[in-house]
């Protein structure tokens, strides 16, 4: 057997999460594109968010009622305008009140607003005041928010629509964003047929290309479709001929210690690839290096070892190539709601559901069980050498975390 | 002052969320289309998912090694056949072994598989076997997945990439989905002006229109534009009128108490319209009814208010109308690394992070802030008339969980 076969100490996942962050620093997409806010969801913003105004840009109502000079408060005052939102304000009267709507500017002369709620309107129209009024009180400052100038959202920011809405606010119609990386996906292995067609003896339908193409497409990639590789040396050489201008090449299944792996052979023919062992369950071998200068990763073919490889790390190295700071998912300390008797000596990934604050965990936990994903919320994360009993605190991973 | 300035008891959030589930309920979206997978990410399902195959289809190897009889395994065997992921194997000849690969079907005959780290393959080509051997170890039964005829997706499941990669394993080139929701989205104020146009004295940008489209959007709705809606009844009316066709009509502020709410007085020209006061901070007035049998819900302007609201409300709403089961967030305990020193009468949703495992807020919490829903991670729910010192379990939302 090969050197690859021998059990050599595993690669803990922090470790190799590490050195895939440091990989994708060294190979980051520069090229920009400015793009119109409804064409930038889910991109990354390629330079700083300045405010180019103060939020809010002038001091404004935060109720319906009057606006005043808190001084004037002690008598009942005429009502010299109505400021609804939208308008601009006349400076307000001497010893006069204004009738005002929420986010309408404040007049000048004014300091404060009380709500409409707590002032008698009297039969000659004017305005009693009822209670005790601060100045101040029910205005927003100008520049409360945001000041002109400030950062308000970093270079490698994730464009979501609350970052989106929030540019809107700034008044900004464009942005300046990293391009798509272009993923090429392969699969390998003569047993996969896609969905549609009929299975012959020996085979199974490819879960994996549409499972990665659904998400590439969500972390904002291109996707070209490499298909599904021949097991045959060289047409595998010409389908990757066909890939040079892509970011990354991805692979899931075959690039492994078999002695069928002709992706693998192809790969090392022009390239560079490393076999790494990770003490990762489901996912053990990942294979990282590159072939003719563009980066390779390939996982693990199992449909579960490829979800939990590509969410824990492949997704986090493609984000940080575009520049993002934030590539991990947040984590939660919640109660097991299960007993785990038996210490591995890979960290295990469970799929697992909350349910009465609990995390209990699908039956299967078998690598190639995709149902199992489907039916979780979340990873439970089990440390290597560790046993659980019931109540013991787990740490959770839910899946929107790494599927946004 | 009007009734709807009185303080009545205000409406609990559950309870809201209660009856705009029914009123969903009472207005299923049924109408479906069929769809290729890689069109139907972000779709719900309209009907149960039910495996037309065992999965996995045979019996297979869930190593690289050597397919053998149990019985036989106390001799060195010779090899017969060498069986890769994909192939048909023969039956296994008596008194051999198999060369095997995982993922490659198990030939009829064998029972158990040995992984290749565990054999010494001898000069003459046989392999002994090092390790005592379990039958039905490292198989892969026939079926262990899903059996032909389960259900794997029930109806009304939203589909990810996950869900997606589930039914092409199964073999489904296409799923029936329901139609996408249409939703007319309009703003209310003069006050309101578009990203990239300059603003006019009292004026500001309109910030809930991307906002919220970009999230309909990944929530599968087709938004149909309604502007800016004029602060003018007449014109008010006939830009409604043009919205007959749309599944729900969602406007954000002015459908309130002003004077100056025309959108409020048209809707209820031809329809009803319900204020309701929510037990909620930021959002307290939301509105609810329908025009001309539309559906109708107003959310409150001010940005992290518009946020709150349709994220806990408005969101469940629309997915119980295409029939999801699951549509409220999932929430953990984290303890605060805040204070909280006075009690509210209304639920608060502060826009918090983790930090240390910690949940900190943002310094201003105000409606107005949308900046503080992009440094945030999630929401931490603060219940009514609770006070909270550091140390103390919160209910935190993670923004995830509501932007997929």
Redesign the interface.
């Given at each position: 057997?090969s050197g690859c076969?021998?059990?050599p100490g595993l690669l803990p996942v922090e470790t190799a999460l590490e050195r895939l962050l440091a990989l994708a620093e060294s190979a980051p997409i520069r090229e920009t594109e400015r793009l119109p806010?409804?064409s930038a969801?889910g991109r990354v913003l390629a330079e700083p968010l300045v405010a180019g105004?103060d939020?809010?840009?002038?001091p404004n109502s935060?109720m319906?009622g009057y606006a005043l000079r808190q001084a004037d408060a002690g008598e009942p005052l005429p009502v010299s305008q109505c400021i609804?939102?939208?308008?601009?304000?006349e400076p307000l009267q001497a010893d006069t009140c204004a009738r005002i709507?929420?986010?309408?500017?404040l007049p000048a002369g004014a300091d404060c607003v009380e709500m409409?709620?707590n002032v008698e309107v009297l039969a000659d129209g004017r305005v009693r005041f009822l209670e005790a009024i601060r100045a101040g009180q029910h205005v927003?400052p100008q520049g409360?928010?945001?000041r002109r100038g400030e950062t308000?959202?970093d270079a490698g920011?994730r464009l979501?629509?609350?970052?989106?809405?929030?540019?809107?606010?700034?008044?900004?119609?464009?942005l300046t964003v990293r391009r798509r990386p272009r993923v090429a996906l392969l699969s390998t292995?003569?047993?996969?047929?896609?969905?549609?067609?009929s299975?012959?003896?020996?085979?199974?339908?490819?879960?994996?290309?549409?499972?990665?193409?659904?998400?590439l497409?969500?972390l904002g990639c291109e996707v070209v479709d490499g298909g599904i590789l021949p097991?045959d040396l060289d047409r595998t050489r010409v389908c990757l001929g066909e890939l040079a201008d892509v970011d990354l090449l991805l692979s899931t299944?075959g690039v492994?210690?078999?002695?069928?792996d002709f992706l693998g052979q192809v790969l090392r023919e022009a390239g560079e690839l490393a076999l790494w062992k990770l003490a990762i369950k489901p996912g053990k071998p990942l294979t990282c290096g590159h072939y003719r200068g563009v980066p390779v990763i390939g996982l693990p073919?199992n449909?579960a070892s490829t979800?939990v490889t590509f969410a824990l790390l492949t997704r986090p190295y493609l984000l940080r190539r575009l520049g993002c700071a934030e590539v991990t998912?947040?984590r939660?300390?919640?109660p097991a709601g299960f007993t785990w008797t038996k210490p591995g000596n890979r960290r295990e990934y469970l799929r697992a559901r909350?349910e009465n604050?609990r995390a209990v965990i699908y039956a299967?936990q078998?690598s190639?069980?995709?149902?199992s994903?489907?039916w979780a919320?979340?990873l439970v994360e089990v440390r290597e050498g560790t046993t659980l009993a019931e109540g013991d605190a787990v740490t959770?991973i839910?899946?929107?975390?790494v599927?946004?």
């Open positions: 057997m076969c021998d059990k806010l409804a969801e105004l939020l809010p840009p002038w935060a319906d609804f939102a939208g308008q601009a304000p709507f929420t986010g309408a500017p409409q709620e927003r409360q928010e945001t308000v959202l920011t979501g629509p609350i970052e989106l809405g929030l540019a809107a606010s700034l008044g900004a119609a464009e292995g003569d047993e996969l047929v896609e969905p549609g067609q299975l012959g003896p020996g085979q199974i339908y490819n879960s994996n290309r549409r499972l990665l193409a659904s998400w497409q969500r097991d299944g492994s210690v078999g002695e069928a073919g449909p979800l998912p947040l939660f300390s919640v909350l604050g299967n078998s190639g069980v995709l149902r994903v489907a919320d979340g959770f839910p899946l929107s975390e599927l946004v």
